[in-house]
């Protein structure tokens, strides 16, 4: 299965503080994306990060990318109750196909 | 316009009945793409179609078909689907693969 992992499967915090989330993939990339989804809904693209970056900033959002050890971590910051999601890393081999972990469940508590 | 739109939104069906998803998108966009969503799992692609062809099928079953009738629209039509194949069912799009996807809301698919 070309399928990643994510850490931790679910995850708690206060509004204010910092969410991390953990990927690890199996094969080769060219780049490695992350979606949120809010219940039963559709993903919504956050960031993309070529297999030549190491590091990304958007907004609040900061995600890391280490090919030698196929990881990437995404770090939300000074974190709200929108933000309650569940977040998805995705990878992207090329030949048109994206491949998706397993999901960390955010709640972000009021 | 930068969405994709998926109707229906719900749909209920009989294991003997035939219906259809439709999925649109007016990004030019040249890559479009069915996934299939179990309850707390991640999206499993089924199908890409690049330039109006079917380029990847993930071993799906021949009771889901695909069919692209044009670069904007993608149909997925059902026959004698199962039980299991109760499902959030989503499109999506993408600029031939590059940058992000854009996906759809998804239809909620209950076979009973």
Redesign the interface.
């Given at each position: 299965s070309q399928?990643g992992e994510e850490d931790p499967q679910a995850l708690s915090i206060q509004e204010g503080e910092n969410a991390t989330m953990n990927c690890s993939y199996k094969t080769s990339i060219n780049n490695l994306?992350w979606?949120r989804q809010n219940s039963?809904?559709?993903?919504?693209?956050l960031i993309?990060i070529r297999s030549n970056e190491r590091e990304k900033h958007s907004g609040r959002l900061r995600v890391t990318l280490d090919t030698s050890k196929k990881s990437s971590s995404l770090l939300i910051t000074a974190s709200r109750a929108a933000d309650t999601a569940s977040y998805?890393c995705a990878t992207?081999a090329?030949?048109?196909?994206?491949?998706?972990?397993?999901?960390t469940r955010l709640t972000v508590i009021p | 316009d930068t969405e994709v739109t998926q109707t229906p939104k719900h749909l209920v069906m009989g294991m003997t009945n035939k219906k259809s998803l439709k999925c649109e998108q007016h990004m030019g966009h040249r890559a479009m793409y069915w996934y299939k969503q179990k309850a707390k799992k991640p999206p499993e692609l089924m199908f890409v179609y690049s330039y109006e062809k079917l380029s990847i099928n993930e071993s799906v079953p021949s009771r889901f078909s695909p069919e692209c009738p044009n670069s904007s629209l993608l149909n997925l039509h059902l026959h004698a689907l199962q039980p299991e194949d109760s499902a959030l069912y989503l499109c999506a799009s993408s600029q031939d693969g590059v940058g992000g996807y854009t996906f759809g809301s998804g239809t909620r698919l209950t076979v009973v």
């Open positions: 399928q994306q979606y039963g809904r559709g993903l919504v693209h993309l998805f992207d090329g030949a048109n196909n994206l491949f998706f972990g397993t999901g | -």
